[in-house]
């Protein structure tokens, strides 16, 4: 099949899926611009997700060979490299000539004894004190080059960094510390978490160990400028479940929201779990510390989507979209219960902030959002800008079948005030199965973009990406 052209005419826009990977690793160094480039606009931003270099039995395609997708922008014009990342388990299956893993890192029967590394690196994409980063939840770090994407390999910080990553650290824009977790730090489907921190040098500070209530998948955490919070969510492991065939990781509301609070400065010893209903979140928009308060805007699922119940049923779908919510956490109160409050019904995923903000109040907020007059499980088609009380300020929308990747948001420059740049976007157009990259005033999504790079091929439907300025120190 001809990745880059269109799909057959018969196929109604609607129809069309961008999931499946491309096949190739590229280098387009003019790509044709419709309106203009921001002339501030002098950085890369590179996107990663799953694009599988082999198709794998039963394997879903979220746990596929991680692929980078770099915009480069300079002076008005802009430039795109792919390339796989370059993990043990693509080195493997690229000699194999064939799959050798299925989902969540599972050897096939028939690999090769000698063949145990079944990490993708294929979730975030961030840098930290001058070094590029791949991230996932099962593995180190990969580091990557940032000009030819070449990968480097896995970044222990000189050793001292065992086990699970989470693709979700935070970086304090204050101090330039980077803060991080890891679930399943004990092993495969155990309780334990791993915290630690890596301070503005790149040197590993602090690395801690606690048990949580129950084995969970834990995508993200929360972190103000004084906090640390662990949600512990009921998508449970077992590795019970796994050895007798059943799902790994499953739905049990039972098990209730538990969300774990520390102080930054503070011990896990010193943890207090607050309880809520039952929910899951992958991913955190922003939180701050309001007086004896935590508050925390997330993208909260009333049931997880994607994993099943125990016995294999599926959830509902009805109750398997997220809606933009704000939690809050009473330090000086009585209950241990914290309280969940929907601020809007629309369907969204893929928040982000001005990153200047991370941790401290903020009054800007973005996320991918379905079309609110489309059927309930559209695709993420449009953008959606809020307020710091998390009141929609405003929308822009694709046409019917196009689809997008999570925004971006670049400052116009350094000393800029908060939300004052841009965002940018992937776009995926089903009518010519190309991608373009869309450049919004961020405070003004509503008349649509300022520039169009137009790719000639398509991302497929990716996770996360990170902008990286070209005046980043040490970068």
């Known amino acids: 099949m001809n990745d880059a052209s269109p799909t057959t005419a ?14 190739f690793e590229c280098d387009a160094p003019f790509l044709r611009i419709t309106g203009e480039l921001p002339r501030e606009l002098n950085g890369t931003l590179y996107r990663n997700g ?11 395609w979220f746990v596929g060979d991680g692929m980078l997708h770099a915009f480069h922008l300079e002076n008005g014009r802009a430039s795109y490299r792919n390339r796989w990342i370059r993990t043990p388990k693509f080195a493997a299956e690229r000699r194999a000539g064939r799959a050798l893993f299925g ?12 063949v145990t590394d079944g990490g993708v690196a294929n ?11 791949a991230l996932e939840e099962a593995h180190l770090p990969t580091e990557i080059e940032p000009v030819t994407l070449e990968t480097t390999g896995y970044q222990d910080f000189g050793g001292r960094l065992r086990g699970t990553f989470t693709a979700h650290p935070k970086t304090d824009p204050v101090t330039g510390e980077l803060l991080f977790f890891g679930y399943n730090a004990a092993g495969p489907l155990t309780p334990a978490l791993s915290y630690g921190t890596i301070d503005a040098a790149g040197k590993l500070t602090r690395l801690n160990r606690f048990e949580a209530p129950y084995a ?26 796994a050895m007798s065939g059943k799902p790994p990781y499953a739905w049990e509301p039972d098990k209730g929201a538990h969300v774990g609070v520390m102080k930054r400065s503070g011990d896990i010893k010193d943890i207090v779990w607050f309880r809520g209903d039952a929910c899951y979140v992958f991913h955190i928009m922003n939180a701050w510390d309001d007086g004896s308060r935590i508050v925390a805007d997330v993208m909260q699922f009333e049931e ?43 369907t969204g995923e893929f928040p982000r902030i001005d990153d200047r903000r991370a941790g401290l109040t903020s009054h800007h907020g973005w ?28 929308t822009w929308l694709l046409p019917d079948g196009d689809s997008l990747s999570e925004p971006v948001f670049v400052p116009r420059s350094r000393e800029a005030a908060e939300g ?56």
């Open 103 to 114: 989902g969540f890192g599972r050897r096939l029967a028939d690999a090769p004894a000698d």
């Open 420 to 475: 004052d740049g841009w965002l940018l976007t992937v776009v995926w157009r089903a009518s010519t199965n190309t991608s373009d990259l869309a450049v919004l005033n961020a405070t003004d999504i509503g008349s649509g973009p300022v520039a169009l790079v137009h790719l000639g091929h398509r991302v497929p439907d990716g996770f996360h990406g990170n902008w990286v300025d070209e005046k980043t120190p040490n970068h």
């Open 216 to 241: 969970s998948m834990v995508h993200d955490f929360i972190v103000t400028a004084n906090h640390v919070l662990f949600p512990i969510l009921p998508i449970t492991g077992s590795m019970q479940r």
């Open 10 to 23: 018969r196929q109604s826009r609607s129809e069309r899926s961008n999931l499946a990977p491309i096949p």
């Open 50 to 60: 799953p694009n599988p270099q082999f198709e794998s039995p039963g394997s879903h």
């Open 123 to 133: 979730t975030n994409i961030i840098a930290h004190a001058g070094r590029l980063l």
């Open 367 to 394: 996320y991918a959002c379905a079309n609110p007059d489309g059927p309930l499980f559209g695709a993420l088609s449009g953008l959606a800008h809020v307020d710091g009380a998390g009141t929609r300020r405003a």
């Open 304 to 346: 997880a989507p994607l994993f099943p119940h125990p016995d294999g049923r599926p959830t509902d779908p009805a109750k398997s979209r997220a809606r933009l919510c704000r939690w809050s956490f009473d330090l000086a109160g009585n209950s241990d219960r914290f309280s969940q409050t929907i601020l809007d019904d629309l």
